[in-house]
Nanobody, 120 residues
Framework: EPLVEDGGGLVQAGDSLKLSCEAP????????VGWFRQTPGKERELVAA??????PYYPSSSLKGRITISRENNKVLLQMNSLIAQDTALYYC????????????????WGQGTQVTVSS
């Protein structure tokens, strides 16, 4: 079954946003789930990931301190605070069996994405 993202939108700089990825435990409970973002002309960038045993991974220094990833039974949440214009992107969640993994090629299932636009 597909991953489904929700929670994107248009916000002001400095605002907070919580993205949600529907990742049913019966299908994705054994997988790591990551949040990626992509802007036109650029490669997908891992924002954060969480393992099947709830260990978080934050690869980017530019986002550390502003984001928190968490995992509930059927959802993986990405809390983003103090948003800046450079956070504007299409955000995807993805599931993969490799841990930790920053390369999109290590993720096997992808959602359709949710747009986040931050106005300055």
């Amino acid at each position: 079954e597909p991953l489904v993202e929700d929670g994107g939108g248009l916000v002001q700089a400095g605002d907070s946003l919580k993205l949600s990825c529907e990742a049913p435990r019966r299908t994705y409970g054994g997988y790591a789930v990551g949040w990626f973002r992509q802007t036109p002309g650029k490669e997908r960038e891992l924002v954060a990931a969480i393992s099947n045993d709830f260990t978080p991974y934050y690869p980017s220094s530019s986002l550390k301190g502003r984001i928190t990833i968490s995992r509930e039974n059927n959802k993986v949440l990405l809390q983003m605070n103090s948003l800046i214009a450079q956070d504007t992107a299409l955000y995807y969640c993805a599931a993969g069996s490799r841990w930790p993994a920053s390369n999109p090629k290590d993720y096997e299932a992808w959602g359709q994405g949710t747009q986040v636009t931050v106005s300055s």
